[in-house]
């Protein structure tokens, strides 16, 4: 079993709609939970952060953290054409110095949004 | 936010030579950075973490002497994979973290034919 699971999609989804992307994880020490956008052949780039459970809401986009389920969510709202990209969730286990490099990814999810 | 620097971009070599593979933290210094792969449509896989001035540490499988690992600042670190071989085509992507964030680099598509 991977230590984190993600569906890979492809999804497809209309502009305007809602989107959600999820992740489970079975190691119960991560603490500390991101989503990354990439797109195609570039590098990941940050999109949220969050620690332990809870919500954070950030613009269009909203995380959930569920960690009595181990389970992490991505909500886009009004989603855009240049949403398309492939959603990656990662997660570390440990605070502070440089452990936030040493993350542990999803899959990744392959989005697209058509007009 | 902080710049990362990958170079090259994109690089195609013949079955047994060696490349080199540069990733710099452009307005920070970053005392530990990280390798990882990625193969198409998969996650990033960590490869090793890159502290300067020691050796690098590798994660479980991933064969040190094939990938070499070199972090002789605060802000450069190297990753050379010897005697390449088709399956090493792949994407490397670097990072960089600070206290608070990691920083990817932009990512190198290596082809080995």
């Known amino acids: 079993q991977k230590e984190v699971e993600q569906d890979p999609g492809p999804l497809s989804v209309p502009e305007g709609a809602i989107v959600s992307l999820n992740c489970t994880y079975s190691?119960?020490?991560?603490?500390?939970f991101m989503w990354y956008r990439q797109y195609s052949r570039k590098g990941p780039e940050l999109l949220m952060y969050t620690y332990s459970s809870g919500n954070k809401e950030d613009g269009r986009f909203t995380a959930q953290v569920d960690k009595s389920s181990k389970y992490i969510s991505l909500f886009i709202r009004d989603s855009q054409p240049s949403d398309s990209a492939t959603y990656l969730c990662?997660?570390?286990?440990?605070?502070?110095?440089?452990?936030?490099?040493?993350?542990?990814f999803g899959q990744g999810t392959i989005l697209t949004v058509h007009p | 936010g902080a710049v990362v620097s990958q170079h090259p971009s994109r690089v195609i070599c013949k079955s047994g030579t060696s490349v080199k593979i540069e990733c710099r933290s452009l307005d920070f210094q970053a005392t530990t950075m990280f390798w990882y792969r990625q193969f198409p449509k998969q996650s990033l896989m960590l490869m090793a973490t890159?502290?300067?001035?020691?050796?690098?540490?590798?994660e479980q499988g991933v064969e040190k002497d094939k990938f070499l690992i070199n972090h002789a600042s605060l802000t450069l670190s190297t990753l050379t994979v010897t005697s390449a071989h088709p399956e090493d085509s792949s994407f490397y992507i670097c990072?960089?973290?600070?206290?608070?964030?990691?920083?990817f680099g932009q990512g190198t598509r290596l082809t080995v034919v």
């Open positions: 990072s960089a973290a600070t206290v608070a964030e990691a920083f």
């Open positions: 190691n119960s020490a991560f603490q500390y």
């Open positions: 990662a997660m570390t286990d440990t605070s502070g110095g440089t452990s936030y490099g040493k993350l542990t």
């Open positions: 890159s502290n300067e001035g020691s050796k690098a540490t590798y």
